[in-house]
């Protein structure tokens, strides 16, 4: 049971590991891994609440969902199913103890005063364990299934921005208030109760570009970004960056990445079985699809072009290839400490099934090497 809603404890997770970990997009068929093996993740809420379950007991700090509402293209299979995110988040909140939950929602799809309090029930359910993903969006076909046209890139924060602070005013003691931005027109706003202990959800905004990332600054206790192809001082610079211009700003910002792991007993084990999920059971028609949705296409590279980013997207949805050892994996993990990041969330074939290997081997590797400390056992 959660104790402390404050602020500050909701970022620190209620814990006291330096490096967090999350299991992300497992609300999705097929997770991060675009992939036709059979022991694929199915995403059914049986192996949602056995993942979060495990995950819970083995102080797993947090779940993040994907915001996804359909699957990409019409070829192949890729996040064929997707569970909508504040309600899977109140589902996983009501079946565990301490972990943290995201909803991840996209601003512009969900009106405000509806959101505000959808999540203000998911965080009260909970005693202070729900959290804030905001993402603005990328996908015109997901846009067009709602009739909501997709505003120009800036655009879509100064959406954004209106919709965040009217959500943080809901989530205040304030009472009975009109909202008047150039977006967003609301009257006589009343949203009771309040989230749990006179605190708000922590909130991240998952974006890439300099945009994005000053929103996160102005807005956010995270800015959730992508680090793969880094080296560790590139990815220092990145968390260095942010940090100082949340300064100027007299904020404090966490940065967190994204993962995806295939971790087994030996290196070329690891190796092998994720070039066979990868590239020889790869989900070729979605992992097109994908490409088409950004007008890479054989019509616009040429073929060795991409045959390259094919390759590349076939390698996932750009988390950092966590794929060895657990001595490797945990120092790859441990790292991240070192380039300054809070945390990572990361990804597997199949969560539920791959997550007692990692439990039990990587993260007592990560507890000796002082980056977190063991779970408690959960009251019965
Ligand atoms: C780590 C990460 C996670 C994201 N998750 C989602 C998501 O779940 N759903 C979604 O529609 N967009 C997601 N996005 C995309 C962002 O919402 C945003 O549309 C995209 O990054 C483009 O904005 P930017 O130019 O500010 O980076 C994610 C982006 C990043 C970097």
């Known amino acids: 049971m959660i104790e402390d809603a404050s602020l500050q404890s909701r970022m620190a997770m209620h814990n006291q590991n330096a490096l967090k970990i999350g299991l992300f997009a497992a609300n999705c068929s097929s997770g991060r891994a675009v992939t036709l093996v059979p022991e694929r993740w199915s995403a059914s809420w049986p192996d949602n609440l056995r993942m979060a379950r495990l995950a819970d007991e083995s102080g797993i700090d947090f779940l993040l969902p994907v915001a996804r509402w359909k699957p990409y293209g019409t070829n192949g299979s890729y996040q064929h ?204 028609g979605s992992v097109d699809d994908i490409l088409a949705m950004r007008k890479i296409t054989p019509d616009t590279l040429s073929p060795e072009d991409f045959k390259k980013r094919r390759e590349l997207q076939a390698k996932g949805m750009g988390g950092v290839p966590l794929v060895g050892t657990p001595d490797h994996i945990a120092n790859q993990l441990a790292a991240l400490v070192q380039a300054g990041l809070r945390g990572i969330a990361v990804s597997f074939v199949n969560y539920a099934d791959e997550l007692p290997y990692f439990v039990a081997e990587v993260l007592p590797r990560l507890e000796r090497m002082g980056v977190r400390v063991p779970a408690t056992p959960l009251t019965k």
């Not at 109760?193 to 998952?206: D, H, L, S, V």
């Not at 994005?212 to 968390?239: H, K, L, P, W, Y």
């Open 81 to 284: 199913d997707t569970l909508e995110t504040i309600t899977w988040a109140t589902g996983l909140i009501a079946s565990t103890q301490r972990i943290t939950v995201f909803g991840t929602v996209h601003a512009p799809l969900f009106n405000p005063v509806m959101a505000a309090k959808q999540m203000a029930t998911a965080d009260l359910l909970g005693g202070g364990r729900f959290g804030l993903n905001l993402v603005v969006g990328w996908n015109e076909g997901e846009f067009e299934m709602f009739g909501i046209k997709q505003r120009d890139h800036d655009a879509r924060y100064d959406y954004a921005q209106e919709w965040i602070d009217a959500v943080k005013d809901m989530w205040s003691p304030k009472d009975n208030f009109d909202v008047d931005g150039e977006y967003i027109k609301l009257k006589a706003v009343r949203s009771n109760p309040k989230p749990a202990g006179g605190a708000r959800p922590i909130i991240m905004n998952a974006g890439m570009s300099g945009v994005g990332r000053s929103f996160a600054i102005r807005n956010c206790d995270a800015f959730f970004t992508n680090t793969i192809g880094m080296s560790a001082e590139q990815q220092a610079e990145v968390v260095k960056a942010c940090k100082a211009e949340a300064r100027t700003h007299g904020r404090e910002l966490d940065v967190y990445t994204t993962g995806d792991i295939v971790c087994r007993p030996n290196q070329k084990e690891a190796e092998d079985y994720h070039h066979h999920a990868i590239f020889e059971m790869a989900d070729w």
